[in-house]
């Protein structure tokens, strides 16, 4: 994986995985394990760190008429070829997609480095959803900066709590929702308010 990531880097290359359920664009395009029977056609583009969470998700939104413009499974092993920053670059100047939801990890640097992008570099709005983040067993999320941060000897925190990642999205204007059905709600609200020009 090491080697591909040095090859991925080289021509500018993103790769999704390890881990990864792939890529789609509802009734166009897609690769990989994500049921295409769960999208739709529409405005919300996804960016996932969640396993098997995402169709489900997916589906819920169709339900309430809320498609998808793309959807990108980063995956969930600790080293990850492509991060939440690349992924919403690209659905940041995406013409298809107005709004971005993330699902996320509650214990992972990935996260914390998403909304600081976001609060950064991101005009669309963005809605944020941390699976497992009421679960009382705790669950080690790595990811691939700290993994190899540590290996090399600059050490890093693996872990961040779980009240550090909603501030952190929080701090960046980004709703938290806190199970998947708020979602459906969440959503419009954030392209309404964009609209208006209110964040």
Not at 3 to 29: D, N, V, Y
Not at 30 to 44: A, E, Q, R, W
Not at 80 to 97: A, K, R, Y
Not at 106 to 133: C, F, Q, T
């Amino acid at each position: 994986m090491i080697t591909l990531l040095r090859e991925a880097q080289a021509t500018h290359t993103l790769i999704l995985g390890s881990g990864s359920q792939g890529i789609i664009i509802p009734q166009q395009f897609s690769v990989g394990t994500l049921d295409p029977n769960c999208y739709l056609p529409g405005p919300i583009g996804i960016i996932s760190h969640c396993d098997r969470l995402t169709d489900d998700i997916a589906q819920t939104l169709s339900a309430a008429g809320l498609g998808q413009s793309m959807v990108i499974s980063l995956g969930t092993d600790g080293l990850n070829g492509s991060n939440f920053e690349q992924w919403l670059q690209v659905l940041e100047e995406d013409e298809q997609t107005a709004t971005i939801l993330l699902l996320g990890q509650p214990n992972s640097n990935g996260e914390m480095r998403a909304a600081d992008y976001v609060a950064s570099a991101i005009e669309k709005p963005v809605v944020a959803y941390l699976a497992g983040r009421g679960a009382k067993i705790k669950r080690h999320f790595g990811d691939s900066l700290t993994i190899v941060a540590n290996q090399l000897s600059h050490k890093r925190p693996l872990l961040t709590s779980v009240e550090q990642t909603v501030q952190a999205f929080e701090n960046a204007n980004i709703p938290v929702a806190e199970a998947p059905w708020e979602l459906p709600i969440f959503l419009p609200l954030a392209m309404e308010s964009r609209h208006l020009g209110t964040d």
